[in-house]
Nanobody, 118 residues
Framework: QVELAESGGGLGQAGDSLRLSCVFY????????MAWFRQAPGKERELVAQ???????YEADSVKGRFTLSRDHLKNTVYLQMNSLKPEDTALYYC????????????WGQGTQVTVSS
């Protein structure tokens, strides 16, 4: 069973930077694709960024050039570096994982709140 522990959310102002961390427990980290989703009040959950075991990344257009996703295989951790934050980045951010053999994200963290003021 996979468990995910997120940290690093908080309050910031427009233009600030924050880094979210997600520690992966329970299975072989290298066999999982990792991602961050977010959900703002009244909006659907959306994919922010994804990283494969080999380090290939995808970022949503809304965060491209501002957010960077990376993973550390020694620490079983993924990091979402968020720069040039905007008020529209305010949301509950979820770390998630899926095995390389499955199409859907099966494992979710509890979420960490990011709030950006103007």
């Amino acid at each position: 069973q996979v468990e995910l522990a997120e940290s690093g959310g908080g309050l910031g102002q427009a233009g600030d930077s924050l880094r979210l961390s997600c520690v992966f427990y329970g299975q072989t980290f290298a066999l999982y694709v990792m991602a961050w989703f977010r959900q703002a009040p009244g909006k659907e959950r959306e994919l922010v960024a994804q990283i494969t075991s080999g380090g290939s990344t995808y970022e949503a257009d809304s965060v491209k050039g501002r957010f960077t996703l990376s993973r550390d295989h020694l620490k079983n951790t993924v990091y979402l570096q968020m720069n040039s934050l905007k008020p529209e980045d305010t949301a509950l951010y979820y770390c998630t994982a899926k095995h390389i053999s499955t199409p859907q994200y099966d494992y979710w963290g509890q979420g960490t709140q990011v709030t950006v003021s103007s």
